[in-house]
T-cell receptor, first 115, second 114 residues
Framework: NAGVTQTPKFRILKIGQSMTLQCAQDMNHNYMYWYRQDPGMGLKLIYYSVGAGITDKGEVPNGYNVSRSTTEYFPLRLELAAPSQTSVYFC??????????????FGEGSWLTVV | AQTVTQSQPEMSVQEAETVTLSCTYDTSESDYYLFWYKQPPSRQMILVIRQEAYKQQNATENRFSVNFQKAAKSFSLKISDSQLGDAAMYFCAFMGAGSYQLTFGKGTKLSVIP
């Protein structure tokens, strides 16, 4: 009963480095999301996907890229890390609009610090 | 656009007592979902309870229950028999039935006093 699994849980990056946050879900959900949460703030949507091969920007997409080659996986790529990207990142998934019982389920979060 | 308002930035409750967290929302939609998520210090986002707007019956999950007042656009969370592990930030969230996106309130930080 894994749900949404994301790795790594903690990472320290140097300015200018790149990395990929991995995310997988085993609920056969069509929709997947990446959010970030800055200290003391709510969640902001970075990117989302409505199905394999389809992605779209959310509220704060700059500095990030995503891909969705399969239903299960939705990695988030950080290019040229900046201190402003220090945050907690959440992957999430849901059945999607109009689906009975549609609910967004979150992974455990990935703490990223850029120094 | 929808808005979600949590008017209590912080609340505290004695262990074993009951506490109610407030949430109001504004929307022009008639079909939607409302959620309460718990975020402990580990920062994990945990779904506590979910309410479908077309259901008049208030949702209940063990010690957690909601008071959903659709006309008043109010969605409060009641925690009974509070436990130390209930200490966390609680977020109220809205999602239109035809939407993919959650709208969050700013959260209420709940402390549980032993």
């Amino acid at each position: 009963n894994a749900g949404v699994t994301q790795t790594p849980k903690f990472r320290i990056l140097k300015i200018g480095q790149s990395m990929t946050l991995q995310c997988a879900q085993d609920m056969n959900h069509n929709y997947m999301y990446w959010y970030r949460q800055d200290p003391g703030m709510g969640l902001k949507l970075i990117y989302y996907s409505v199905g394999a091969g389809i992605t779209d920007k959310g509220e704060v997409p700059n500095g990030y890229n995503v891909s969705r080659s399969t239903t299960e996986y939705f990695p988030l790529r950080l290019e040229l890390a900046a201190p402003s990207q220090t945050s907690v990142y959440f992957c999430a998934s849901s059945k999607g609009p109009g689906q009975t019982g549609n609910t967004i389920y979150f992974g455990e979060g990935s703490w990223l610090t850029v120094v | 656009a929808q808005t979600v308002t949590q008017s209590q930035p912080e609340m505290s409750v004695q262990e074993a007592e009951t506490v109610t967290l407030s949430c109001t929302y504004d929307t022009s939609e008639s079909d939607y979902y409302l959620f309460w998520y718990k975020q402990p210090p580990s920062r994990q986002m945990i779904l506590v309870i979910r309410q479908e707007a077309y259901k008049q019956q208030n949702a209940t999950e063990n010690r957690f229950s909601v008071n959903f007042q659709k006309a008043a656009k109010s969605f409060s969370l009641k925690i009974s028999d509070s436990q130390l592990g209930d200490a966390a930030m609680y977020f109220c969230a809205f999602m239109g039935a035809g939407s993919y996106q959650l709208t969050f309130g700013k959260g209420t930080k709940l402390s549980v006093i032993p």
